[in-house]
């Protein structure tokens, strides 16, 4: 007999490729924190023997857009994601990030840095320490890291509201090559912020020479997802292309009332670059963003819900609306004085959204904020309700590419190569759920609910969640950039 650390029987293997599964379950066998077996596996014994009763087992969920730099360090814990399944994280998105960042020391996080974190949370001056921290706290999930370009801008300017200078693009391409020599993945950008609005596009070209050589990849959230959508990813392709890099739009959208039902035009543009060169996005399943409270995108079609406010904390969860009836105020002049905030914006169509979630191209990312007090429920539900909502209620697609979506499309994206599919010799990061009855249940008047149908998920071949709650066993760690060609 062979001995091994973990056998799961009776599972019917997804196995995160996108193939259909066997109609027949199989066994796994899992030791060393790797997948050692798959099969009939009659000789295989151990002493954690987990019966799958025909429930379904697919490699972790890889959330591809977080916002968990600094969370992972000071709540390593990661319940909202490890409770759905959710085995390896991707921070330092939206041109934001946890290292390397130098803040003075009286001064308070950039918008929109500050999502990440009060100016204590920003430990890290180089990468190096970053990885250290990660390594150190932990965590219940993996943890893959981008360098920010906002944060990048803020190491080396003294305001943001200007193009970078040729002395200053040079000491961010010094830190970004830091970045990508202790395992970075790549370059991130968030342009439609206040904060890196102003940088052209030449200033983001000159930044990513580094990218290329070293296999690393480059992520936007673009200057626009409302009427110059298309504009925006004309500029993210000609950064991919002049750069010789792959592209990942996040969140790609089509906000703003306005802006309905140009789904079919963005996955067009979106098509006819992949003809061309290297080009993914990633999409979160809900008909609302959020973020911190623009003025920009105040519009009193939309319903805006108010997360937090630093000058008036006792507003948060009413609406913006109802806000400015009880001030007497323009929704727009109520937004001014409740900032800084947070809010969430329902400025999605459903249909498009639909569209998007449902192309080949499109991987799953939560975008979930898990330092606001009345989460987007995003940040608890993502996986779940791709699952459950959109492939087994509406039919979206078929569970195993549900599946493929949030496993080996991610994986082969960013270059996780031993992650992200049921394969010997690959990590054990596995999640075991009932198809039939996984959902999410967090919404957005209670937010923080863990998801209903997961039965277990292992992180490098540790049981970390089970029935319903954590084990309190934690196998993540930070998992470096692999090349991409």
Not at 186 to 197: K, Q
Not at 427 to 446: C, G, I, K
């Amino acid at each position: 007999m062979e001995n091994c650390d973990t056998l799961i029987r009776n599972a019917l293997v997804l196995d995160g490729s996108g193939a259909e599964p066997a109609s027949a379950t199989s066994d796994v066998a899992i030791d060393g924190g790797r997948i050692r077996a798959i099969g009939k596996l009659s000789n295989y014994n151990s002493r954690n023997v987990v019966d799958a009763q025909g429930m379904a087992l697919c490699p972790g969920f890889i959330d591809v857009h977080t916002h968990d730099d600094t969370n992972v360090v000071r709540t390593p814990e990661m319940l909202p994601k490890l409770s759905q399944g959710v085995t390896t994280v991707i921070v330092g998105n939206c041109g934001i990030c946890a290292a390397p960042v130098r803040l003075d020391v009286k001064s308070t996080p950039p918008d929109p840095m500050n999502l990440l974190g009060v100016n204590e949370d920003f430990h890290y001056p180089n990468f190096a320490s970053y990885v250290d921290a990660v390594n150190a706290a932990r965590p219940a999930v993996n943890v893959a890291a981008l360098a920010g370009h906002t944060s990048l801008r803020n190491n080396h300017m003294d305001r943001l509201d200007r193009t970078a200078t040729a002395a200053e693009i040079r000491g961010m391409q010094i830190d970004l090559q830091d970045a990508l020599d202790h395992g970075a993945l790549g370059l991130s950008t968030g342009l439609a912020y206040l904060n890196a609005i102003s940088a052209t596009t030449e200033e983001v070209i000159a930044l990513a020479e580094p990218l290329a050589a070293a296999g690393a990849i480059y992520t936007t959230h673009m200057r626009s997802e409302t009427e110059t959508v298309l504009q925006a990813m004309d500029e993210a392709f000609r950064i991919g292309k002049e750069s010789k890099v792959p592209v990942v739009i996040s969140h790609l959208k089509c906000a703003g009332v306005d802006n309905w039902g140009r789904s079919g035009e963005v996955l067009q543009a979106l098509e006819s670059a992949r003809s061309k060169q290297s080009v993914g996005c990633d999409c979160y399943p809900y008909a609302a963003g959020s973020s911190t409270l623009d003025l920009r995108q105040v519009d009193e079609r939309v319903k805006i819900t108010i997360t937090w406010s630093e000058p008036h904390p006792e507003v948060g969860g009413k609406t913006l609306a109802e806000i400015a009836e009880l001030w007497g105020k323009t929704q727009k002049d109520t937004a001014r004085e409740l900032q800084p905030a947070g809010a969430i914006y329902h400025s999605i169509s459903e249909e498009d959204m639909r569209r998007i979630l449902q192309h080949p191209a499109t991987m799953i990312g939560s975008d979930g904020l898990p330092n606001d007090p009345m989460p987007h429920p995003r940040l608890w539900g993502t996986f779940p309700r791709v699952l459950g909502r959109y492939s087994r209620e509406h039919g979206l697609f078929p569970m195993h590419v549900a599946v493929h979506k949030m496993t080996g499309l991610p994986a082969s994206r960013f270059g996780l190569a031993d992650r992200g599919l049921i394969r010997e010799g690959n990590r054990a990061d596995l999640v075991l759920f009932n198809p039939q009855s996984v959902r999410d249940v967090a919404t957005f008047e209670n937010p923080k609910q863990p998801a209903a149908g997961i039965a277990a998920v292992w992180v490098n071949g540790v049981l970390s969640y089970k029935d319903g709650a954590a084990t309190g066993e934690r196998g993540g760690c930070f998992v470096a950039r692999q090349s991409i060609h």
